[in-house]
């Protein structure tokens, strides 16, 4: 656990507490949807359905239903006008606003990688094909990646200004560790960060072209993996000075305790085979936090099931930590990319309060090259007090946050 | 906590190098515009792009395949680092943070790939291309050359983002231990971009930019980078990086930009570089500096160089710092002598001036603010 009066010397200025939590995804909407859908390992990976994947490999990804998510609109704001994106952010930050309606940030963070890019195609097919635009401005209006979170923001009266990360599929790791190191430094008291992304066809087609994407179950870990599924989704975590959270009386749900990011600059695409990336994500996570590799409990990994990210991030955590249990929560809800950090975030807040292991669904094989204990296809019951969530992106960015149980 | 600014880059549609630029627009010079059409395309419009001329000499491997957008801003960050006597090594590289700006991103290369899936489908998607389109695929590339293992952001937004990302640098710079932080903005224009913003009414077909005209006729858009390097010491002080806002509605801009304006000037502050760019932000800014900033000069460069989006705020900073530097503010071109403010329509000596504001209001909600001030 952070220790405020660290052996090293550095200063650690305040704890950040997780005062407030909302997520939509596959698993569901809402924290005790999700908690369901964790703990009965369920698979809620589905054909796709919103576009054509006849010409591709991958034909399969997570997905929220729309008949559920558009019942969100009219929020005093056009709902029918917004982009999928909005609905997420908008949901996600009813549950926080739920939870927590004294929470008045002063900055909001937030991971994405695509914005509103369902709009940006309907007007470039539009416009390929001489079909009509009338549309358009409402498409254009609402592809901007900052769109999202006003739009939610605007919904329940939040007007903080607005930082919109977009560090590829660490973008939501990313999102909350700077908005911790915001808080921790003093210089911010209450601070919004999360991530989203809604599925769209040129990322999934992207993904496909890179052979990135399987045909098959996603299988992170396991000697016959071969390759992702993507996913969608929205979470926000409310954080805030814990001395602060305390005075007011606010619930704390878990803390953040430390961050670590790196660049390997191996390939725009590729981690460092080495493992060399993920590896100074988490020790620079592990310093930040003053927390002893042994002191970790769980790992929630990156884990896309590509043979590469798996083969450097597996060889990363087998050197770093010995026998903590891993698992990959995107083999049940697919890689929701710039929200990824932010839902997974929120899995491990739910493993911390309920005192579980999420689990690696579809795993059916070790491999032989990864010394890793893996949460193979069941929650288990276990003591949490510190566990270390991974998001890892193009362009070679790493980013590893720690949470730990609250003990006052 | 005040940052500094150490050094300075800048590709434009003027060329490279923040001196020749500068000296251009003291002397009143405007880019060219060309006209850019395309297939499926009813109508070309008019744009501001960078002389292929800026770039000569610019060889890495990983900008072989690399877009412009990512040309632009290794060109610009680079000459920051050498204007700040920075030589990155292995020891120092993990204590510079890399933060990027970026509105509309790689949209050549998203078209491209994009129009291969809608007219072949897609098994003719480019494995090679679908990683250029990631917002983040300029910020990987320069980090590879300049080998930075630490801290690397991408963020996205409007003209605003720009100094939300110094905003972000200064609260990096006070959690972590970091020597230097380079802050690059950078953008490239597309048909496409041009046709979306016309089709949201915010762009005129042919220039000039006519700033704070009561008539908005719209903008032009331009591409290019700005980059800066922050550090503890340096000629400029960053005195107040304003973390500003969003707003609603086009008519609850001014609002917002009155309060950053009222935060700003608490100092005495001698010139406004705004964002005016011929489109509705130019009536909140009129309304915002006449009511709070009413003495103070008043300087927009986008009638020159256009609108850049996501490197404008990057651009306008490098302004305030080169208008402070030499003492003097170029003309502000395409402009009605009777606009009420303090805006020199000719060469302009700024006398003792110490103070600068930039304001920067992004068409797409955002608004930022930052106070710099010579040393």
């Not at chain 1, 981690?271 to 927390?291: F, I, K, N």
Request: with cysteine; glycine share 8%; net charge neutral.
């Amino acid at each position: 656990m952070a220790n405020p009066s660290s052996p090293n010397g550095k200063k650690v200025s305040a704890r950040v507490a997780v005062v407030a939590a909302g997520v939509v995804s596959p698993l569901g909407f809402g924290l005790g949807e999700t908690l369901e859908s964790l703990r009965k390992a369920r698979d809620c990976v589905s054909p796709v359905t919103r576009f054509s994947v006849a010409q591709c490999r991958c034909r399969t990804a997570g997905q929220i239903p729309d008949d559920r998510l558009l019942a969100s609109q009219g929020e005093g704001i056009r709902g029918h006008r917004l982009h999928r994106a909005s609905h997420m952010m908008i949901q996600a930050l009813r549950e926080v606003v739920t939870q927590e309606s004294q929470f008045k940030p002063e900055l909001t963070v937030i991971g994405t990688t695509s914005g509103g890019m369902s709009y940006g195609e309907h007007y470039y097919r539009s416009l390929r094909q001489a079909e009509k635009l009338r549309h358009a401005p409402t498409w254009i209006a609402n592809y901007p990646a900052q769109k999202p979170v006003i739009d939610a923001q605007q919904a329940f009266g939040i007007s903080a200004p607005c930082q919109v990360i977009a560090n590829a599929c660490a973008s939501g790791t990313n999102a909350i560790g700077h908005a911790f190191e915001c808080v921790r430094s003093g210089r911010y008291q209450r601070v919004l960060a999360g991530g989203y992304d809604a599925i769209s066809e040129m990322v999934f087609v992207g993904f496909d072209s890179l052979q990135a994407s399987t045909p098959e179950k996603c299988r992170p870990f396991d000697r016959h993996r071969t390759g992702m599924v993507l996913g969608e989704g929205a979470a926000i975590l409310a954080l805030e000075n814990l001395e602060s959270a305390q005075q007011r009386g606010a619930p704390v749900l878990a803390e953040i305790v430390g961050y670590g990011i790196s660049t390997d600059n191996f390939h725009i695409t590729q981690p460092d085979p080495t493992g060399v990336g993920a590896r100074q994500a988490m020790e620079r996570a592990l310093q930040s936090a003053h927390v002893l590799a042994n002191e970790v409990d769980y790992i929630n990994a990156h884990g896309t099931a590509t043979v590469f990210n798996d083969a450097a991030e597996g060889k990363a955590i087998s050197e770093l930590f010995n026998g903590v249990p891993v698992s990959s929560t995107k083999s049940m809800m697919g890689h929701s990319l710039g929200a990824a950090g932010a839902v997974e975030a929120v899995f491990c807040l739910l493993a911390l309060q309920h005192q579980f292991l999420p689990s690696n669904i579809n795993f059916s094989a070790s491999d032989d090259d990864l010394d890793l204990n893996i949460v193979a296809n069941e929650t288990r019951p276990a003591v949490l007090r510190t566990v270390l969530s991974n998001s890892f992106g193009f362009g070679g960015t790493n980013a590893s946050i720690l949470m730990g149980k609250f003990q006052a | 906590m005040s940052l500094a600014i150490a050094g300075m880059g800048w590709v434009t549609p003027l060329g490279r190098g923040v001196d020749s630029v500068w000296e251009q627009l003291l002397h009143g010079d405007e880019a060219s515009a060309t006209a850019i059409s395309e297939e499926f395309g009813h109508r070309p419009y008019s744009v501001f792009r960078v002389p292929e001329s800026a770039l000569t000499g610019l060889a890495h491997p990983r900008l072989r395949r690399a877009s412009v957008i990512s040309r632009f801003a290794a060109a610009a960050g680079l000459d920051a680092l050498r204007a700040a006597g920075v030589k990155l090594d292995p020891q120092n590289a993990e204590r510079t943070a890399l933060i990027f700006a970026i509105s509309n991103g790689g949209v050549i290369y998203t078209k491209r790939f994009y129009r291969d899936v809608v007219d072949a489908g897609a098994q003719s998607a480019s494995p090679l291309l679908f990683p250029e389109t990631v917002f983040n695929a300029p910020a990987s590339h320069l980090a590879a050359i300049l080998g930075v293992t630490g801290a690397t952001y991408t963020l996205v937004g409007d003209g605003a983002v720009g100094l939300a990302a110094i905003k972000m640098a200064e609260d990096l710079m006070a959690n972590e231990p970091l020597d230097h932080c380079l802050v690059v903005g950078t953008e490239e224009v597309d048909w496409l971009s041009c046709d979306a913003y016309w089709r949201w009414r915010l762009l005129r077909l042919t220039p000039p930019i006519e700033p704070f005209n009561e008539q908005q006729r719209g903008m032009i858009l331009s591409e290019g980078a700005g980059a800066i390097v922050l550090a503890r010491d340096g000629p400029f002080t960053i005195e107040c990086a304003h973390p500003g806002g969003y707003f609603a509605k086009r008519a609850e801009a001014g609002e917002i930009l009155k309060r950053i304006l009222r935060d700003l000037s608490r100092s005495e502050v001698d010139l406004v570089i705004a964002s005016a760019n011929g489109t509705f932000v130019d009536q909140a800014e009129y309304r915002a500096l006449k009511a709070v900033v009413s003495n103070a000069f008043v300087y927009t460069a986008k009638p020159a160089l256009g609108e850049s989006v996501g490197a404008a705020g990057l651009w306008q900073v490098i302004l305030a710092a080169q208008a402070l530097r030499s003492a003097e503010l170029p003309p502000v071109l395409h402009a009605d002598p009777a606009i009420a403010l303090q805006l020199s329509l000719s060469r302009k000596p700024l006398v003792e001036a110490r103070r600068a504001i930039v304001l920067s209001c992004g068409v797409n909600q955002q608004a930022a603010g930052l106070r710099l001030a010579i040393r």
